[in-house]
């Protein structure tokens, strides 16, 4: 049995991504890593910081950043796509740049490939997620946030990263066209089996100054002409507001975790500032559906968003 991790990255250094930590921390699991760059600000040095990993299993292929032909983020899917098929592996594992894997997960992916490698009818395995927000303390697992999402799947050519490179579908007849990542019709789910094991994703624990310039670019390659996030720094609100995270981080996260630097800016508790719309987890229907779904539905979302189709849960 062989796995590749693969991903795509641009500007990490410049938006501080934990790319790194990213890479390491499944790279003991994997037989090769492909990452699908595409060259960004000129003094970003992400190429270098990929380099500075020292591995022979990564493998750099370098791709076109279109955000006119790939708009409403597909172009993130297609980066995805084109790392994906640069893979060799029986499993692809992907990983994007803003999240990690616990080590002490590592086996268990790998007992859980093992197992399903000979069962056809399974494509894809569905990981849970942990969603931090503002700082490495506090993370959503319930309503607003996807609570699971696929991250290996098959090597299959008709399998491809879907939207914005959240998830994976079979897409039959695909021209590699923004249409394409898009579609429902003529698409069809993962059969998948559903892993007890973590994603950790940081994507919302940067310093505020950082996290408004990342989001203004996303909203660039969704469509350049909505309106960007003026405020000097995103309001991550009043933490208070926020689930505890009572777990431990993937050690790759050690050093990063050492260096936040921006606790001065979180507002601990209080109202959430009343000038800025509010976020999810900030509005009473949404804080009674999560109530609902962690107390009664066993972590289910009521109406949430699946984009997979669940055979079986299993468990080591």
Not at 99 to 119: D, G, N, P, R
Not at 172 to 189: G, I
Request: hydrophobic share 35%.
């Amino acid at each position: 049995m062989k796995i590749s991790g693969f991903t795509f990255v641009r500007n990490a250094i410049t938006l501080d991504f934990p790319l790194k930590e990213s890479v390491l921390s499944i790279l003991p699991l994997v037989d090769e890593y492909v990452i699908a760059y595409s060259p960004g600000n000129t003094d970003d040095g992400t190429l270098d910081l990929i380099k500075s990993i020292g591995s022979e299993k990564i493998k750099v292929v370098e791709a076109k950043w279109e955000p006119e032909k790939f708009y409403r983020n597909t172009l993130y899917a297609h980066l995805t796509d084109i790392a994906k098929a640069n893979c060799s592996g029986d499993w692809l594992f992907y990983l994007q740049g803003d999240e990690a894997v616990h080590e002490s997960s590592l086996s268990v992916i790998k007992k859980a490939c093992l197992e399903y490698l000979v069962k056809d009818e399974i494509e894809g395995l569905l990981f849970e997620y942990r969603h931090f927000w503002g700082d490495y303390a506090h993370c959503f697992t319930h309503h607003g946030w996807y609570p699971r999402e696929i991250r290996i799947i098959r090597n299959k050519p008709e399998i491809h990263s879907w939207r914005d490179a959240q998830s994976f579908r079979i897409i039959y007849n695909f021209k590699s066209t923004a249409e394409d990542y898009l579609k429902k019709t003529d698409t069809r789910k993962l059969r998948v089996v559903a892993i007890p094991v973590y994603i950790y994703h940081y994507g919302w624990v940067r310093n505020p100054t950082k996290m408004r310039e990342k989001q203004n670019r996303m909203i660039d390659t969704f469509n350049p002409k909505m309106d960007k996030i003026q405020e000097h720094a995103i309001d991550y609100g009043p933490l208070n507001n926020v689930p505890k995270f009572k777990g431990q981080h993937p050690k790759v996260m050690t050093e990063r975790i050492k260096r936040l630097n921006w606790q001065d800016s979180l507002q601990k508790a209080g109202k959430p500032n009343p000038n800025r719309p509010k976020y999810k987890h900030e509005k009473i229907k949404y804080r009674l559906r999560t109530w609902l779904e962690i107390n009664l539905l066993g972590g289910n979302e009521i109406g949430g968003f699946k984009n997979y189709t669940l055979v079986e849960k299993w468990r080591p």
